[in-house]
């Protein structure tokens, strides 16, 4: 079974500071995506950016960008600048195809991040 | 346009009872997923849904079940409740149901087991 591990339940980081937060995942498949969400205290996930295995270029989205490393099966997040509306729980989420049809979404336990002003 | 509303947004039940939540997706998408989030479990799929049909179910008991209708709005039902199935409840729409769709989440709804 596939697994996502994101092994800092807590990080925290000064304004306008950047933070990385961490997440391994284990698979033997060729074909998936990877995904940051963050949840902040209203509870609404929303996507911050997403990743292509096959794609070795890093995904960016404005003060957000990931370092993909496939062969290590690691996929962490970086946020610069941080805001204090950045402050949230972060998800780690995988995402393969396998067995024709049979996507699955696996999200890894979160990060708690403290942006401090 | 709208995103995904979830009805109600809170629930109290007792044990024994059975509860059922709606999810309108967005408009245009036909993928809807459910997810179950605890702070033991974290976030736990239950199963997803793509032109009214089950493509993919989580290890979840049969108490919990679902559907959607051919609008693409969907319902989760929960029978005989315990007090483990306290948590919130996340439905997720994208537009078609492939693995690099996009999924958007509603705001959830928190049911609460007594």
């Known amino acids: 079974a596939q697994t996502v591990t994101q092994s800092q339940p807590e990080m925290s980081v000064q304004e306008a500071e950047t933070v990385t937060l961490s997440c391994t995942y284990d698979?033997?498949?060729?074909?998936?995506?990877l995904f940051w969400y963050k949840q902040p205290p209203s509870r609404q996930m929303i996507l911050v950016i997403r990743?292509?295995?096959?794609?070795?270029q890093n995904a960016t989205e404005n003060r957000f960008s990931v370092n993909f490393q496939k062969a290590a099966k690691s996929f962490s997040l970086k946020i610069s600048d941080s805001q204090l509306g950045d402050a949230a729980m972060y998800f780690c989420?995988?995402?393969?195809?396998?067995?024709?049809?049979?996507?699955?979404?696996?999200f890894g336990k979160g990060t708690l991040l403290t942006v401090n002003p | 346009k709208a995103g995904v509303t979830q009805t109600p947004r809170y629930l109290i039940k007792t044990r024994g009872q059975q509860v059922t939540l709606s999810c309108s997706p967005i408009?245009?998408?036909?993928?809807v997923s459910w997810y179950q989030q605890t702070p033991g479990q974290g976030l736990q799929f239950l199963f997803e849904?793509?032109?009214?049909?089950?493509?993919n179910k989580g290890n979840f008991p049969g108490r919990f079940s679902g559907r959607q209708f051919s609008n693409s709005r969907s319902e989760m039902n929960v029978s005989t409740l315990e007090l483990g199935d306290s948590a919130l409840y996340l439905c997720?729409?994208?537009?078609?149901?492939?693995?690099?769709?996009?999924?958007?989440f509603g705001p959830g709804t928190r049911l609460t087991v007594l």
């Open positions: 997720a729409s994208s537009l078609e149901a492939a693995v690099w769709d996009t999924q958007y």
């Open positions: 698979t033997s498949e060729s074909d998936y995506y």
């Open positions: 989420a995988y995402r393969q195809r396998s067995g024709g049809s049979n996507y699955k979404l696996t």
């Open positions: 990743q292509e295995a096959y794609k070795q």
């Open positions: 408009s245009g998408h036909r993928s």
């Open positions: 849904y793509f032109s009214e049909t089950q493509r």
